[in-house]
T-cell receptor, first 115, second 112 residues
C-alpha cells in the first residue's frame, strides 16, 4: 500500500483566492510529480521534481507553482485561482535507485472547484 | 514523441471477459503498465510488463504485448461489478525524463 497523502481531498473556493495543495510521501522517494486530470479522465503532467531543490514544468502549461524543500513534501500553489483551474490534481512519487520498475505511486487526489 | 492511445468506453456483462486495448508509438518503451482508477480516487498499479515479454498472467488479469504492432491489451477474466473503473495504459520509454506517458483511460462499465 502506497504511503502518499494529499490534502485537502476536496476544496471549493472563490475566484482570486490563493490555494496550496499538499502532498507528502513517507517512502523516501526522490522523484515526485503533479498531474492534472480533466473531467473527462485524461492525465496531464504539470510539474515534476527529481529531488530537493529540483523542480521542472511538465507537458501541460500550468499557472501553478511547486516547491521541494524537503524530500517528503511537494506542495502545489495557485496564487490566484480561476474557474479554469477547476480540476482533479494527482500527486505521485517513484523510486530512483536501480533496479526499479518505474512504478508511480499515486495519492488519492485533490479535487479543486473554483467558483 | 511519445503517444499512448486507448478507446474511451467499454461495457461488458458480469461474468464475461473484458479486453482493454492500448497502442503506443515509442519503440524504446521498456515497461508498460496498467493502472486502475476507481471513482474519486487516485491511480493504483494493477500490473506491468517488461518489454522483452509477450505475456504476463496474474490471477484474473492477462497482459499481452505485441511489440511489432506496439499494441498492449489487458484481459480481465470473469469480470465483476467491482472491476468497474477507469483503466489507464502507460509506457516508460528508455531514458525518459518524464517517467511515464499515460493514455486517456478506458471507462469500463460492468453490467449486472
Amino acid at each position: 500500500e502506497a504511503d502518499i497523502y494529499q490534502t485537502p481531498r476536496y476544496l471549493v473556493i472563490g475566484t482570486g483566492k490563493k490555494i496550496t495543495l499538499e502532498c507528502s510521501q513517507t517512502m523516501g522517494h526522490d522523484k515526485m510529480y503533479w498531474y492534472q486530470q480533466d473531467p473527462g479522465m485524461e492525465l496531464h503532467l504539470i510539474h515534476y521534481s527529481y529531488g530537493v531543490n529540483s523542480t521542472e514544468k511538465g507537458d501541460l502549461s500550468s499557472e501553478s507553482t511547486v516547491s521541494r524543500i524537503r524530500t517528503e513534501h511537494f506542495p502545489l500553489t495557485l496564487e490566484s485561482a480561476r474557474p479554469s483551474h477547476t480540476s482533479q490534481y494527482l500527486c505521485a512519487s517513484s523510486e530512483t535507485g536501480q533496479p526499479n520498475t518505474g512504478e508511480l505511486f499515486f495519492g488519492e487526489g485533490s479535487r479543486l472547484t473554483v467558483l | 514523441g511519445e503517444d499512448v492511445e486507448q478507446s474511451l468506453f467499454l461495457s461488458v456483462r458480469e461474468g464475461d471477459s473484458s479486453v482493454i486495448n492500448c497502442t503506443y508509438t515509442d519503440s524504446s518503451s521498456t515497461y508498460l503498465y496498467w493502472y486502475k482508477q476507481e471513482p474519486g480516487a487516485g491511480l493504483q498499479l494493477l500490473t506491468y510488463i517488461f518489454s522483452n515479454m509477450d505475456m504476463k498472467q496474474d490471477q484474473r488479469l492477462t497482459v499481452l504485448l505485441n511489440k511489432k504492432d506496439k499494441h498492449l491489451s489487458l484481459r480481465i477474466a470473469d469480470t465483476q461489478t467491482g472491476d468497474s473503473a477507469i483503466y489507464f495504459c502507460a509506457e516508460r520509454a528508455s531514458g525518459s525524463a518524464r517517467q511515464l506517458t499515460f493514455g486517456s483511460g478506458t471507462q469500463l462499465t460492468v453490467l449486472p
